[in-house]
């Protein structure tokens, strides 16, 4: 599996220790979780607002075409 390097400040470092150790997790996994949490979440965002483009000039389109 590849890897990545991440920088954090000392406070960030911190906040991440206690928030995998609150959840029961190794910080490692917490960042893993949390990195794939927020690229599908932008995904999901950015799919909604596709669809709601598609349908709000849906009309136009069809007129267009």
């Not at 794939?36 to 596709?50: G, K, M, Q």
């Amino acid at each position: 599996m590849a890897g990545l390097n991440l920088r954090f400040t000392e406070e960030e470092l911190d906040s991440l220790r206690s928030r995998a150790e609150a959840e029961g997790k190794s910080m490692q996994a917490f960042a893993h979780d949390a990195v794939i949490t927020a690229v599908d979440e932008h995904s999901r965002l950015f799919n909604e607002a596709a669809d709601h483009v598609l349908k709000a000039s849906e009309e136009l389109n069809r007129r267009l075409a």
